[in-house]
């Protein structure tokens, strides 16, 4: 939602005065100073901008793995197996002699992985499919709510264990049943979204206008639904986590020696009593990443919808 500028005010010089500069000078213009109105509301709200900093460490520190660590994730060293945290080991070492901050680290990378692929799945297919539901309505609203209903019906992670037990284990299956369980929440904001708009003004001329239901839908209908969307899908990432962290505790996820924080805290619970560290640092890492995504969905909730805050 975008914060009117004040006129009383003098414009700042510089590339922050164009920012805020009244009238902007073209589309490319508009759109930054739509972003950076964005943000201005976004830093009104610390916990979000503590939470976005956490996901930045995240992916700086997938992206950099190789660089932040000189050990070999699943290189096993059984002379120094369970060895507490040192300064050659920060977090100490797990039951196969293998560093544990250097497995946190490149578990990060399949965590983003994880949360990067499900999300490229399921917001086009929940935008798809709420967006037609609500428009068409009559038997293809029936049809696409129902078979929605059935997936809500049942509690995701139950409903993602069905699926990765039944697809087997792995990494690639965990994302496909993590995904056919994420998308009817998104298309039940979609097909809300999509009933108010399709009763709009403009929804009318474009019809009127010649404009086929599919360019209606892409065009006009499915843009306006992107930003409730956007909140929605942000809000459920800490879900995506915590459902990728349960299958990879039930040996459902990433398979070894590959580090995943959730097979990592499976292998802990052996040592928690001895060798704690073991997995209370994925457990803590689980835990942070989560907090941190739904502090983010929060504050974007305020920034992108304009109800957020009612």
Not at 115 to 140: D, Q
Not at 162 to 172: C, K, V, W
Not at 238 to 245: D, P, R, V
């Amino acid at each position: 939602m975008a914060i009117p500028i004040s006129q009383s005010r003098p414009t700042p010089p510089g590339i922050r005065g164009w920012l805020l500069a009244p009238e902007p000078k073209g589309t490319l213009h508009a759109s930054l100073q739509q972003f950076y109105q964005g943000w201005l509301k976004y830093r009104e709200h610390p916990l979000g901008v503590v939470g976005l900093v956490v996901i930045l460490i995240l992916i700086i520190t997938a992206a950099g793995a190789p660089l932040l660590t000189q050990y070999d994730p699943i290189a096993q060293n059984m002379a120094i197996r369970l060895s507490p945290p040192t300064w050659d080991h920060i977090l100490g070492t797990d039951n196969f002699g293998r560093d544990v901050f250097a497995r946190i680290i490149y578990g990060a990378r399949t965590t983003l992985d994880i949360i990067i692929l499900v999300t490229i799945i399921v917001a086009p297919i929940g935008l798809l499919i709420g967006t037609c539901s609500g428009y068409f309505g009559g038997i293809v609203d029936e049809v696409l709510m129902r078979i929605t209903d059935i997936f809500l019906s049942f509690p995701g992670l139950v409903l993602a264990l069905g699926f990765a037990a039944a697809l087997g284990p792995g990494i690639t299956n965990a994302i496909i049943a993590i995904s056919l369980t994420a998308w009817p929440p998104i298309a039940r904001l979609a097909r809300a979204e999509t009933l108010s708009l399709r009763q709009m003004d403009y929804i009318a001329a474009v019809r009127l206008q010649g404009a086929s239901s599919a360019a209606v839908i892409m065009r006009h209908i499915l843009p306006m639904c992107v930003p409730s969307v956007i909140v929605r899908v942000t809000l459920n990432m800490a879900g995506i986590i915590l459902t990728a962290a349960g299958l990879g505790f039930l040996g459902l996820g990433a398979q070894p020696p590959w580090p995943e924080w959730g097979a990592m805290a499976a292998t802990g619970r052996e040592f928690m009593l001895d060798s704690p560290w073991v997995i209370a640092a994925p457990g803590i890492a689980i835990a942070v990443v989560s907090l941190a995504f739904n502090l983010v969905g929060d504050a974007l909730r305020d920034v992108l919808d304009p109800r957020g805050g009612e």
